[in-house]
Nanobody, 123 residues
């Protein structure tokens, strides 16, 4: 098990930037692939980005490709999501998740989840 805690959300104007952080504690952070997902009320969690254990593989959802960047610092047990050129449709609760088994876009394959951080983008 690994415990996850997101931070860095907030209110930003369209076109602005935010950097989310997800701090992990518990078992060895570097043994987990990590993902970011987002959710709005009444909808399922959508895939945003993922990163492999070493950081050598990344993948992005189509709606954020070219604007968001995922990275990790295994020495600090932290994964980041740099969000640039934010749009009102990026408004959501953003969750980080850890998978010990497979690198995937599917939220159901992640065993550990943080509580989320709210991102609101005003027009």
């Amino acid at each position: 098990q690994v415990q996850l805690a997101e931070s860095g959300g907030g209110l930003v104007q369209a076109g602005g930037s935010l950097r989310l952080s997800c701090a992990a504690s518990g078992r060895t952070f570097s043994s987990y692939g990590m993902g970011w997902f987002r959710q709005t009320p009444g909808k399922e969690r959508d895939f945003v980005a993922l990163i492999s254990r070493s950081g050598g593989i990344t993948d992005y959802g189509d709606s954020v490709k070219g604007r968001f960047t995922i990275s990790r610092d295994n020495a600090k047990n932290t994964v980041y999501l740099q969000m640039n050129s934010l749009k009102p449709e990026d408004t959501a609760v953003y969750h980080c998740a850890a998978s010990g088994n497979v690198l995937t876009r599917l939220p159901g394959r992640y065993e550990n989840w943080g509580r989320g951080t709210q991102v609101t983008v005003s027009s």
